[in-house]
Each structure stands twice: as C-alpha cells, then as structure tokens.
C-alpha cells in the first residue's frame, strides 16, 4: 500500500513569515495534487503536478513535484490568516486505478 | 452551476445498523468516487463510480457498497455499522475518470457527512 507522509504535523506562524510543508513517500504516483480544507468543507484542490520536477506557482503558493515523482513540497511565502487551514497532498496511484492516495495532512494556524 | 451536494449533513446511527449516504455530483460530471475521512486524518478512498459502474475501490471491506445512477448522482451504504465507522464521508465528483489527463485530473469535494456511530 502506498502511503504520503506529511510534515509539520502541525504548525502555527505569525503572519508574513514564510513556512514549506512536504509531502513524502517511498512509491512513485504518476501526478501529485495539493488541496486545502477548512472545517466542516470538503478539500479544495489548489494544484496539480505532473511531471517530475515540476514548478508551479498560485500567487503567494509555489508547488514543486519531486524529480522522481516520489515527493512534493509546498512554499508560502508571507503567510496570511486566510490561509489559516488543513493543507492536504494527493498522489495518484500508477497502473491507471485513478486511486488517490491521501496524505496525513499539515495543519497551518497563521496569527494575526 | 450547481457543486457537489451531499445528503445528511450529520448522521447518528447505532452500532450494527446500516446507514445511506447521498451525493449528486456537480452539473457536467459523470463520475464520483467516495473517500473516509476520520478525525485528524486524510481521506481514504473507498471506490469510484463511472458511468454507473464501480471503477476502483479502495481498502474497505464489502460492507461499503455503492451505487450510481443514470443522472450521476450516487449512493454509499454501509451495512453493520460499527464504532470505527465514525467518519466525515466525502463525495467527490469529476467530468471523467479521477486521474484522466484529458480532465486536467480535477475533482470536485461535496461538504462532506459526518456519521456518528454510538
């Protein structure tokens, strides 16, 4: 079974400061997905990665897909309490099963 | 455009029950999959429906059944309930096979129901 190990568990910054969660796993997926949850809201997905290497950029968000396509981080730069929330990586599972693998999740609190 | 709806908001059953859960899938969609996510913890997959049909199903025993119909919107039942069964259960739905390229690999997360099992 394939599995996505999440760090920080959990973390709490003040706002402006600048924070990197990672997304960790030992198999390969063929795409690599980042969402957000609030509470009692289902995930959003924020972004997608496909390539091995891949850089992507949402305003203050910067995702990037491992070169092996075995792990994931995601940067924000100058954090605001907007996003405030569970940060949560989905892999795809290879073979064409369209599984999504699940990560542990990151909880971010930012303060004001 | 109407999102994904799901249908109760909150649940609580007895252990040994069974239990419906709902999810019409957003306009446009023909495919939803089902995931379980308890406190603290990420989704897990339990299966995926397309085109009315099971396509892919997750670590979950067969008392976690499903079904789909001809407008796309889809059912989960779960039959002897039990304790650990206490979950957020979330819809997903997308415009084709979750992970298809063609559909840029986008889905759409309901709300979500939060079962209680006592």
């Known amino acids: 079974t394939q599995l996505l190990e999440q760090s920080p568990q959990f973390l709490s910054i003040q706002e402006g400061e600048n924070l990197t969660v990672y997304c960790n796993s030992s198999?390969?997926?063929?795409?690599l997905q980042w969402y957000r949850q609030e509470p009692g809201e289902g995930p959003v997905l924020l972004v997608t990665?496909?390539?091995?290497?891949e850089v992507k950029k949402l305003k203050r968000l910067t995702f990037q897909f491992g070169d092996a396509r075995k792990d994931s981080s995601l940067h924000i730069t100058a954090a605001q309490t907007g996003d405030t929330g569970l940060y949560l990586c989905?892999?795809?599972?290879?073979?064409?099963?369209?599984?999504?693998?699940f990560g542990t999740g990151t909880r971010l609190k930012v303060l004001a | 455009e109407t999102g994904v709806t799901q249908s109760p908001t909150h649940l609580i059953k007895t252990r040994g029950q069974q239990v419906t859960l709902r999810c019409s899938s957003q306009?446009?969609?023909?495919?939803v999959s089902w995931y379980q996510q308890a406190l603290g913890q990420g989704p897990q997959f339990i299966f995926q429906?397309?085109?009315?049909?099971?396509?892919g199903r997750g670590n979950f025993p067969p008392r976690f059944s499903g079904l789909q119909f001809p407008n796309y919107s889809s059912e989960l039942n779960v039959n002897a309930l039990e304790l650990d069964d206490s979950a957020l259960y979330l819809c997903?739905?997308?415009?084709?096979?979750?992970?298809?390229?063609?559909?840029?690999?986008?889905?759409?997360f309901g709300p979500g129901t939060r079962l209680t099992v006592t």
């Open positions: 997903a739905s997308s415009r084709g096979l979750a992970g298809d390229p063609t559909t840029d690999y986008e889905q759409y």
């Open positions: 989905a892999g795809l599972e290879e073979a064409g099963t369209y599984k999504y693998i």
């Open positions: 306009s446009g969609h023909n495919t």
């Open positions: 429906y397309y085109r009315e049909e099971e396509n």
């Open positions: 990665v496909v390539t091995g290497g």
């Open positions: 198999s390969v997926f063929s795409s």
